[in-house]
C-alpha cells in the first residue's frame, strides 16, 4: 500500500563538531525538539552513542524525559537504543515507562550498533552484535507487548520467568521499531515480528546510497513466511534535507559544514575514504545533492526530492531530517520552518481543500454579478 499523506520528523544522531559546550549543546538539542512541537512535526528520534566526540548523547531516554516535559504533541523516539549493550528487561522496563510519561507519545526505536569503539569499551565484538540484537529484540518484544512470562537464557543475559508490572499506556500496545543501515538483517527482524522499520537514506559520503526498495522487500518476505504484517505507514526514511529560498542560498549556507562532516569527520576521524571518482571536493555537495544522499535547494528543489524519494523506494510513512549542524544555528531553524510551512502541506494534504476553494471559485466566477468598485 502506498500511503497517501507523509509524515515529517528529525533525527538526531546526534553529529555535532567538536570545539561547543556539550552542556549548552543538549540544551540546543532540547530547544530543537521544542522549536518542531510548536511547528507541528509529527516526530523526534535521539540516538545512543559513547565515543567519536561527534556524538554527545549517551542516553536517549533521558533526553526523551526531559524532552517529554518541555512539548504537547510530538512523538518521541529513540533513535536508536543500542540493544547489544543492555539487558532486554531494562530495555523493555523503561520503555514502558517512557510510554507512560509521555501519554503514549513515544516509539522505542532499538538497533544493533555500529561504532566500534562503543563496542569495544563494553567487551563487545563488532561480529557478534546482529546476532545479540536478534536474541534481544525477540526478548524486548515479547517483554514490551506480550502477555506471557519470557524465559529466555543467551551467552550474554538471562531471562527468568520475566514479565513487565506495567502494560503499556494503551491498549494497542508500544511501538517498536528497528533501524537499518544497510544490509536486510533488521528489515527481516521486523518482518518476522511485525513491527516498524527507520532506514538511513544517507549513507557515508563516497558510497552510494543502499537499495531501500529492495530493503522493504525483506520486511514484506519475512512477515508472509512468519504469518505477520507490515505497513509502508510505519516505515520511515532519515536524510539530510536542508531548505531556503534559493538553491544557490541553500548550497551557501551548508558548503563549509557539508564539507566538515564529510571530510572532518568521516573522512579524518574515522579514516574511511569519503572521495566521490571524478569529483572534486569543492564540489561534494552537489554531488552527494545529485545522487540523493542529501535534499538541498530551495521549496521547490526539496519539494521534488523528496517526491523523487517517495518514487524510488515506493512509498514510506515518515521522512525524517537527519539533524545536522551543516548550517548556523539561526539558519538550521529557518530551514525547519520553512519545511513545516511550505515543503509538508504538498505531503500532508493540509492545503489541500484552500486550493480547492480557489479552483472553485474561479471555475464559477459566472454565478456571481462583479462588483464595480
Known sequence: MYPETLGFGAFLSPMHPLGENPTLQFQRDLELIELLDRLDYNEFWVGEHHSMGWNTIG?????????????????????????????????????????HLT????????GAG?????????????????????????????????EERVTKKTSWFTLKDAKLQLSPYRASGLEIAAASVASGNSMRLAGRYGISTVSFGAPRPGHPRPDMRTQWSYAEEAAAEQGTTVDRRN???????????????????VREG???????????????????????????LEAAVDAGSAIVGSVEDVV?????????????????????????????????????????????????????????????RDLFPQLIP
Do not use: C
Not at 103 to 110: D, E, I, S, Y
Not at 235 to 253: F, G, H, M, S
Not at 261 to 276: E, H, N, T
Open 235 to 253: 516505515w520511515r526514511i532519515t536524510l539530510p534535507v536542508y531548505v531556503a529560498e534559493t538553491r544557490e542560498q541553500a548550497l551557501a549556507d
Open 59 to 99: 542516553s536517549p531516554e533521558l533526553m526523551v524525559a526531559a524532552a517529554a516535559e518541555r512539548t504537547r504533541r510530538i512523538t518521541l523516539a529513540t533513535g536508536v537504543m543500542t540493544l547489544p549493550y543492555h539487558h532486554p528487561f531494562m530495555v523493555a522496563s523503561r520503555a514502558v515507562h517512557l510510554d
Open 114 to 146: 555500529g561504532i566500534p569503539t562503543d563496542a569495544r569499551m563494553i567487551g563487545r565484538e563488532m561480529s557478534e552484535l546482529r546476532t545479540m540484537f536478534g536474541e534481544a529484540l525477540e526478548a524486548v518484544v515479547a517483554l514490551v507487548n506480550g
Open 304 to 364: 521534488a526530492g523528496v517526491e523523487r524519494l517517495r518514487e524510488e523506494v515506493g512509498g514510506f510513512g515518515t521522512l525524517l531530517v537527519y539533524a545536522q549542524d551543516w548550517a548556523d544555528w539561526e539558519k538550521t531553524k529557518r530551514s525547519y520552518d520553512l519545511l513545516a510551512r511550505y515543503v509538508a502541506p504538498h505531503f500532508t494534504g493540509s492545503t489541500r481543500r484552500l486550493y480547492e476553494s480557489v479552483q472553485w471559485y474561479q471555475d464559477n
Open 258 to 284: 557539508y564539507d566538515r562532516w564529510a571530510y572532518g569527520y568521516w573522512g579524518d576521524i574515522r579514516g574511511l575514504d569519503v572521495s566521490v571518482p571524478g569529483v572534486k571536493r569543492a564540489q561534494a
Open 103 to 110: 501519554r503514549g507519545r513515544f516509539v522505542l526505536g532499538v
